[in-house]
């Protein structure tokens, strides 16, 4: 599957809104900004409202038909996580994987030391294209982001080939969620997490 590069979440949590949402998404590409429109709703919203996965799934389908939408649209399974992924299978092509809850929670030491060492070329100086000051790794700093993020990563991919064994492959777009945390992340920090779900694959 393909979507843009920018892309909108449309989080109509009483399923009202769908075609006025659309609406405004075909404004924008009129002014020509190419959006792709990708309705949400998490497991806990479900539950608050009453409304369920189909229910999402309906409604961006009627929407798009009611507009004769010819482009991508994508209904996203958000903030999942292994226990309630199921419920999202058959209505979503867009999952969002919710792993915050793994953060400070250590992997082995076995494999933290795999991911330091799979990290050594990266220690000393290191710049990140687009940010002007560089960072200076070292493998104490590598060993203490495995600690603090390994673990999630391994979650995020237990739950991706869950999905992609019940979907198959390139039939979804999967998205990693750590950002509904106390401390966000930093660059430095984002780059060995996106390194850790490559080796996960």
Not at 70 to 81: G, K
Not at 163 to 183: A, R, T
């Amino acid at each position: 599957m393909k979507i843009n590069s920018i892309s909108f979440g449309m989080g109509d949590r009483f399923a009202q809104q769908g075609i006025a949402q659309l609406k405004a998404i075909q404004k924008a590409r009129s002014l020509g900004i190419n959006i792709t429109p990708v309705w949400n709703k998490s497991f806990r919203e479900h539950k608050t409202v009453g409304s369920s996965q189909q229910s999402v799934r309906n409604e961006a389908d009627q929407a798009t038909r009611a507009l004769k939408w010819q482009d991508t649209y994508l209904v996203d399974a958000d903030h999942i996580n292994f226990s309630n992924v199921d419920g999202f299978i058959d209505y979503s092509d867009f999952f969002t994987i919710d792993v915050a809850e793994y953060i400070d929670q250590k992997s082995s030491d076995h494999q933290i030391r795999d991911f330091v060492k799979s990290n050594q070329s990266f220690t000393g100086t290191f710049k990140i294209p687009g940010i002007i000051t560089p960072f200076n790794i070292s493998e104490d700093y590598i060993w203490q982001v495995g600690e603090k993020f390994l673990l999630a990563a391994e979650e995020a991919s237990k739950v991706y080939r869950h999905i992609l064994s019940k979907k198959g492959p390139g039939n979804f777009i999967p998205e990693i969620s750590m950002d509904e945390v106390d401390d966000p992340q930093s660059p430095a920090e984002l780059f060995f997490i996106l390194s850790a779900l490559k080796r996960k694959k």
